[in-house]
C-alpha cells in the first residue's frame, strides 16, 4: 500500500516539478534550468543523508558494478530538459500523457526481458491490453487534435 502512496505522490511532484522548471525556463534558460534542479536535488539529498542517520558512505558510490548504473544522474539531466520541452510545446497534460505512456511501455520491456538486474516476468496479453488501453485513452485525449 505504502508503495501505492508513494507511486502517486511522485506521479504529482514529477506534474508539478515539470510545470515549475517550465515557468522557471521561460525566465533562464533551459539548461540553466535544469541545471539548478539537479543542484537543489544535490543539496535536499545531502541534507537528507545527514539528517537520516548517514547510511552507507559516500566512497561505496565507486563501488557499483556494473558501471553504467551510475548513469541515472546523467539521465535525470536529460529527463529534466525534455520534461522543460515537452511541457512547452504540449501542456503539462499532454506532455505527461506521453511521458507515462513511454514509461510503462519502457518498464513492461524491462521486466519482460529481465533488463538491468530486474526480475524477469513472462509476457502476459492482459498486461498488453492494458498497455493497449492506454494508448487509446492518450488518443481520445487528443482526439480533437488528430481530425
Same mark, same amino acid.
Request: positive net charge.
Given at each position: 500500500?505504502?508503495?501505492?502512496?508513494?507511486?502517486?505522490?511522485?506521479?504529482?511532484?514529477?506534474?508539478?516539478?515539470?510545470?515549475?522548471?517550465?515557468?522557471?525556463?521561460?525566465?533562464?534558460? /533551459?539548461?540553466?534550468?535544469?541545471?539548478? /534542479?539537479? &543542484?537543489?536535488?544535490?543539496?535536499?539529498?545531502?541534507?537528507?543523508?545527514?539528517?537520516?542517520?548517514?547510511?552507507?558512505?559516500?566512497s561505496?558510490?565507486?563501488?557499483?558494478?556494473?558501471?553504467?548504473?551510475?548513469?541515472?544522474?546523467?539521465m535525470?539531466?536529460?529527463?529534466?530538459?525534455?520534461?522543460?520541452?515537452?511541457?512547452?510545446? &504540449?501542456?503539462?497534460?499532454?506532455?505527461?500523457?506521453f511521458?507515462?505512456?513511454?514509461?510503462?511501455?519502457?518498464?513492461?520491456?524491462?521486466?519482460?526481458?529481465?533488463w538491468?538486474?530486474?526480475?524477469?516476468?513472462?509476457?502476459?496479453?492482459?498486461?498488453?491490453?492494458?498497455?493497449?488501453?492506454?494508448?487509446?485513452?492518450?488518443?481520445?485525449?487528443?482526439?480533437?487534435?488528430?481530425?
Open positions: 500500500m505504502f508503495g501505492m502512496i508513494a507511486s502517486v505522490i511522485s506521479g504529482i511532484l514529477m506534474s508539478l516539478q515539470g510545470v515549475f522548471n517550465t515557468q522557471v525556463t521561460k525566465q533562464t534558460s /533551459v539548461w540553466i534550468s535544469a541545471g539548478f /534542479v539537479q &543542484l537543489t536535488a544535490l543539496i535536499v539529498c545531502m541534507i537528507a543523508w545527514f539528517v537520516t542517520g548517514r547510511e552507507g558512505s559516500i561505496g558510490i565507486m563501488h557499483v558494478r556494473p558501471w553504467y548504473m551510475l548513469l541515472g544522474g546523467v535525470g539531466a536529460f529527463i529534466t530538459y525534455t520534461v522543460i520541452l515537452g511541457m512547452n510545446q &504540449l501542456g503539462p497534460a499532454k506532455a505527461v500523457l511521458i507515462i505512456a513511454a514509461q510503462l511501455i519502457a518498464a513492461y520491456i524491462v521486466e519482460l526481458f529481465g538491468f538486474g530486474t526480475q524477469k516476468i513472462g509476457f502476459d496479453w492482459l498486461k498488453l491490453a492494458g498497455v493497449a488501453i492506454f494508448i487509446t485513452g492518450i488518443v481520445v485525449f487528443k482526439w480533437k487534435e488528430l481530425f
